[in-house]
């Protein structure tokens, strides 16, 4: 046993459906064979009592969302956590409360991966455009896709990136199709990948790659045909199989993504953002062989990755390491521990150091300013109201499609 170990405590919360899926009471043995003690962590009572804690592992994505739509409790249970956060800077939290709500945001997230892209001067990289509608689509609507560099076919995406609702999109194929966007939304610009996407789970310093059935390629440009309705979930189900995940009209570029590309990726995302488990949805263009991120998930399922404790207990082993026996807050990087701050840690030495709040990063710019990079990439266009998520929920109309 590692002595620096024994007597540490891990507290966690995630929620009875998660707790059950990863099998989270075989982790905690685990870790009490290393004697590191994990306690679950009771967010109805007073977080000091439950302490000390070297160290808190959650998935408080849905507690996040219900205060950002006033829920009484949930805002209760959250204040609860941040005070305990607050009152305790050496405690290490994977991942920061800012960092989630980022990461929550797809307007935020895409900002982020475009910059992120733009900052590593990578031609290996090239993320799709994107822009948010918040209203329905007008007159003007289709000079303002094509001004953000978007094409048809495109994607239609809530803005929030959780939840079952989260997972209902659309394919948009024409101007006829914009009647069918149900804003406020996220729509990004569709990339043939020949039906293959590549989930990557990010644990720390380490990653595993998952293959996964994705949506067909379908032809550029306009197209006389209804919009698709489809459930993403479903769609990249490992055993997934039907006419949209055909890859009967495979062509161009199939290979699987760089070791280096990824690594880069996934290393700047922790810099950039503090944090330490995340997902990655990854397609390759199959007319450049580029890669292009389509999605940041906080705190995924890691379906498919058996070495998932392995990694996790090893990266809570390094963090403790560094923080030595007497932990300090400057060795973690986390953001700032105000929830409704969302400056992060900078991963640029040459940038500000402190992003004006309401900005995820110090990466981000809101609006289009600082966006507009050779590839023409730019970012929301509108400011982001502190309560979004109460007006991102609604869902898009879920509608059969077999086509």
Same mark, same amino acid.
């Given at each position: 046993?590692?002595?620096?170990?024994?007597?540490?405590?891990?507290?966690?919360?995630?929620?009875?459906?998660?707790?059950?899926?990863?099998?989270?009471?075989?982790?905690?043995?685990?870790?009490?064979?290393?004697?590191?003690?994990?306690?679950?962590?009771?967010?109805?009572?007073?977080?000091?009592?439950?302490?000390?804690?070297?160290?808190?592992?959650?998935?408080?994505?849905?507690?996040?969302?219900?205060?950002?739509?006033?829920?009484?409790?949930?805002?209760?249970?959250?204040?609860?956590?941040?005070?305990?956060?607050?009152?305790?800077?050496?405690?290490?939290?994977?991942?920061?409360?800012?960092?989630?709500?980022?990461?929550?945001?797809?307007?935020?997230?895409?900002?982020?991966?475009?910059?992120?892209?733009?900052?590593?001067?990578?031609?290996?990289?090239?993320?799709?455009?994107?822009?948010?509608?918040?209203?329905?689509?007008?007159?003007?609507?289709?000079?303002?896709?094509?001004?953000?560099?978007?094409?048809?076919?495109?994607?239609?995406?809530?803005?929030?990136?959780?939840?079952?609702?989260?997972?209902?999109?659309?394919?948009?194929?024409?101007?006829?199709?914009?009647?069918?966007?149900?804003?406020?939304?996220?729509?990004?610009?569709?990339?043939?990948?020949?039906?293959?996407?590549?989930?990557?789970?990010?644990?720390?310093?380490?990653?595993?790659?998952?293959?996964?059935? +994705?949506?067909?390629?379908? /032809?550029? &440009? !306009?197209? =006389?045909?209804?919009?698709?309705?489809?459930?993403?979930? #479903?769609? *990249?189900?490992?055993?997934?199989?039907?006419?949209?995940?055909?890859?009967?009209?495979?062509?161009?570029?199939?290979?699987?993504?760089?070791?280096?590309?990824?690594?880069?990726?996934?290393?700047?995302?922790?810099?950039?953002?503090?944090?330490?488990?995340?997902?990655?949805?990854?397609?390759?263009?199959?007319?450049?062989?580029?890669?292009?991120?389509?999605?940041?998930?906080?705190?995924?399922?890691?379906?498919?990755?058996?070495?998932?404790?392995?990694?996790?207990?090893?990266?809570?082993?390094?963090?403790?390491?560094?923080?030595?026996?007497?932990? +300090?807050?400057?060795?973690? /990087?986390? &953001? !700032?521990? =105000?929830?409704?701050?969302?400056?992060?840690?900078?991963? #640029?030495? *040459?940038?500000?150091?402190?992003?004006?709040?309401?900005?995820?990063?110090?990466?981000?710019?809101?609006?289009?300013?600082?966006?507009?990079?050779?590839?023409?990439?730019?970012?929301?266009?509108?400011?982001?109201?502190?309560?979004?998520?109460?007006?991102?929920?609604?869902?898009?109309?879920?509608?059969?499609?077999?086509?």
């Amino acid at each position: 046993m590692q002595t620096f170990l024994k007597g540490r405590r891990v507290g966690y919360w995630l929620s009875e459906k998660k707790t059950k899926k990863l099998n989270f009471q075989a982790f905690a043995e685990m870790c009490r064979k290393r004697g590191i003690e994990v306690v679950q962590l009771d967010l109805s009572q007073p977080l000091e009592e439950q302490g000390p804690l070297d160290v808190i592992i959650h998935k408080l994505t849905d507690l996040i969302l219900e205060a950002d739509q006033n829920d009484t409790q949930a805002v209760l249970l959250l204040h609860r956590v941040q005070e305990y956060i607050n009152a305790h800077p050496e405690t290490i939290v994977l991942d920061p409360l800012p960092a989630i709500r980022t990461l929550l945001d797809r307007c935020k997230s895409y900002q982020l991966i475009h910059r992120i892209e733009d900052g590593m001067n990578d031609e290996r990289i090239c993320s799709p455009p994107f822009m948010v509608l918040n209203s329905e689509c007008g007159p003007d609507t289709l000079e303002k896709i094509k001004q953000h560099g978007l094409t048809f076919p495109f994607i239609c995406k809530t803005r929030v990136a959780h939840g079952t609702n989260s997972h209902e999109m659309a394919i948009i194929f024409s101007e006829e199709d914009l009647a069918d966007v149900k804003p406020p939304c996220v729509i990004q610009s569709f990339i043939n990948h020949n039906a293959v996407l590549y989930k990557v789970f990010v644990v720390g310093g380490s990653y595993s790659v998952v293959e996964r059935p +994705s949506l067909k390629n379908f /032809p550029a &440009g !306009p197209a =006389d045909r209804k919009a698709i309705f489809f459930n993403s979930h #479903n769609v *990249s189900k490992p055993e997934s199989s039907s006419d949209l995940t055909s890859r009967d009209n495979v062509e161009g570029v199939s290979q699987p993504p760089s070791d280096d590309v990824i690594r880069e990726l996934s290393s700047t995302l922790r810099q950039a953002l503090g944090v330490s488990l995340f997902g990655i949805d990854i397609i390759i263009n199959n007319q450049t062989g580029q890669h292009a991120v389509i999605d940041i998930n906080a705190f995924p399922g890691y379906e498919g990755v058996p070495g998932f404790f392995n990694d996790l207990l090893t990266h809570i082993t390094s963090v403790l390491q560094d923080s030595g026996p007497a932990s +300090s807050s400057s060795e973690q /990087p986390k &953001g !700032p521990q =105000d929830p409704t701050d969302t400056a992060t840690t900078n991963p #640029n030495p *040459s940038s500000p150091s402190q992003a004006p709040q309401g900005c995820c990063s110090p990466w981000i710019v809101e609006g289009d300013g600082g966006l507009k990079a050779p590839r023409q990439r730019l970012g929301c266009n509108t400011a982001v109201s502190p309560n979004f998520q109460q007006h991102c929920v609604s869902t898009l109309a879920t509608k059969a499609s077999s086509q």
